[in-house]
């Protein structure tokens, strides 16, 4: 087991990549504090994983930072320490054009994705500096990365840099307490909001066609790229950007 006595906390765990990255960990070893917006989503997940002394369920909204702190103060209570934070939590517009964006719109990525990514952050670190010990994953995307031409996603793709450059600061200011911190960053993942395009046989074959591996991912396959970087397989990887993309940004 990889990750025997760790305690890991996942945002957005009851989401696709969430809830597979709290089966994969929880097999190896760690205890998990599931953390999302939805009570009857995260409460599926959590009796999917039916490991009531090794998982906590915590009904959250990860960008108000009193909800942030009362996770920390759960999990601390039930496993008395905090290992591992996994930022999952994530929100995506549907394609609109910029300038046709509204506030609210912008409001709502900006606060999942950017202070749902920092609150918790925040809140776990006096724990990891005083453990002297501790290991954050945020999840961007390649969109956070590059622009793509007739796929308006702009805000979005802020957002998701924006986690790029707030996981190189926390690597660097808080290397001297032993705290790593790391991001993955995916391309095309099967979802909910993915699958009506797949139910079409053309589009899936034109969309597949665009990666090298000719397939879209799957949540495992970033969960996997999770794992690794939850283990000390790379404990000295630190401030770097893991793209799960099929190859495509090698061929762009």
Known sequence: MKLKGKVTIITGASGGIGSITSKKLLEEGSKIVLVGRNKNKLKRTLEELDDDNNVLSVTSDVAHESEVLNVVEQTISAFNKIDILINCAATINDPVPFHLMTEDQWSDLINVNLK?????????????????????????????????????????????????????????????????????????????????????EGAKKVLESSFPLKRIGEPEDVANAILFLCSDESKWITGTVIKVDGGISARL
């Open 116 to 200: 749902g990514t920092f609150q918790p952050i925040k809140s776990v670190l006096p724990i990891m500096m005083e453990q002297n010990s501790g290991n954050i994953i945020n999840i961007s995307s390649l969109l956070g990365m590059r622009a793509i031409p007739n796929v308006p996603f702009s805000v979005y793709g802020v957002t998701k840099s924006g986690i790029i450059m707030l996981t190189k600061n926390i690597a660097v200011e808080y290397g001297q307490y032993n705290i790593r911190c790391n991001c993955v960053a995916p391309s095309t993942i099967r979802s909910p909001l993915l699958e009506p395009y797949l139910q079409d």
